[in-house]
């Protein structure tokens, strides 16, 4: 699909492609549960649209189309369920036809699609910019990652990959890797399926979800710490962002003991060898990934032993993420362009030159990175709750007596000006439920979050207290079947 300004034109430059994108008219989507992941991109991209299941702004943002009619619908099991559901509701269908350009409806991004999401946007005339469900879904999954890595030369936290039938066998294909052990199955989100293993009575609380799959990843338990870095595959070669480090396991911010729950991006949080290296190691899984025929975007959690100082491919998440929003607003990817415009760019009938090692040199550079912190904040208690009032999305302040005031509506993060404000974005709203691993909101703030040695700051205690009072549910004892999703966004 080719913008009409640009049908032969070649694009030279950042400029250029910029350019482009500022004069483009082909309808693009960001279909799925909230508009959290790209947010910001219709600033980016003329014709730029969210279609989402969860409004976040209430009607207040220009692009962002919610549909007003809740249809009758099993309870979500899946974001992929959430966006199907989506694509088959006729005020989307309809708002999709009304922009549409002839019979090209235009192009859609997910976060999570599979093979049922294709054909509903076959059907609607929707082009979907990325590689297709099948390979994503083999890409995603840890066991297949592992050994993706392996032959790009991208060393990973020893391991065995295994099926598992009981504790007994379990020890046996591990024996070299010693009795503290970290046990993954291939799909899972935010820790859900990350198991920590170091006795039977650890093995029988996961049994079930173990001995079931065909294969497992073993691995040897680590004195690590989590670090994350976002790319992408172009035919110019693999764009790499910044290293970030990771939030995991906070119990004030999520259930999970291995958990996603937020992202850090600033100057020198690495070390120039550890920065070094996982550049190193993403541009090799990103030429891996371009022969194994991916294309676009793509993030990596890379573990640090602590012990050794080594740097490890913790897994694979073949999409944009729930770090993209960090990614995609720093100040080394406003100069140029965020990453998401190159994925883009790669998806759209385009020519276009672009120097990947002087962008990537550019970006690496830590005089172009300014300070970026953001919370996910789940609710953590075993309860079910129904939610009575729930605080707005936009900028607001804390006070000197810990409280929250309310300050502005503002859909960009950017709009933060000082470390006394932060940018909310909600997602559980009034009337809903509260469960154990409900998806709250996200706080974005400048500044850093977490200490050296990876503790929460007393600011990012402080925030996350603040924002959970501003929510007010009742307690349910009988915790009924409700329509919920397992996470409206993932990492």
Known sequence: MKN???????????????????????????????????????????????????????????????????????KFESIEEINNYLLEHPEVREYIKKRSKGNKAGLALFLMFDSKTEELAKGLGLEIMFPTAEMRMFMDNKVNTNRIAEKAGVPCVPNVLSPIFDYNHLRTVSTELGEELVVQTPYGDSGHTTYFISNESDFNKYKEEIVREKEVKIMKQI???????????????????????????????TPYKGGWCGNEIFPNAFTPAIRSKARKYTELFGEQLHKEGYKGYFELDFLIDEDNGRLYLGELNPRVTGASSITNHAVFALA??????????????????????????????????????????????????????????????????????????????????????????????????????????????????MTDDYKLTKRAKDWTKAIRVKYKSLIINDKREIPQSSGVFAK
């Open 4 to 74: 009409k300004n640009n049908t032969t034109k070649q694009l030279n430059s950042i400029s250029d492609i910029r350019s482009f994108f500022y004069q483009n008219d082909v309808p693009i989507y960001f279909i799925g549960s909230t508009s959290f992941n790209l947010l910001g991109a219709d600033e980016w991209i003329k014709g730029f649209k969210y279609i989402s299941l969860i409004d976040c702004f209430d009607g207040a943002h220009p692009d962002v189309f919610s549909p007003k009619q809740e249809l009758p619908h099993d």
């Open 223 to 253: 004195n690590c710490k989590g670090s994350a870095i976002e790319a992408c595959v172009t035919r110019h070669g693999t764009i790499v962002a910044p290293l970030m480090t990771e939030l995991i396991g906070f119990k004030s911010l």
């Open 336 to 449: 140029d362009a965020p990453l998401f415009v190159f994925h883009i760019l790669e998806w759209m009938n385009v020519d276009y030159k672009l120097s990947v090692k002087a962008l990537n040199e550019r970006w690496a550079n830590q005089e172009n990175i300014d300070g970026w912190s953001q919370l996910i904040i789940k609710h953590t208690e075993d309860t079910l709750e129904l939610i009575k009032d729930a605080p707005q999305s936009g900028i607001w302040k804390i006070l000197d007596d810990g409280q929250l005031q309310f300050d502005r509506m503002d859909a960009h993060r950017r709009a933060v000006e000082t470390e006394n404000e932060a940018f909310f974005l909600r997602i559980a709203d009034t009337h809903d439920y509260l469960y154990e691993g409900a998806d709250m909101g996200i706080l974005i703030m400048r500044g850093r979050l």
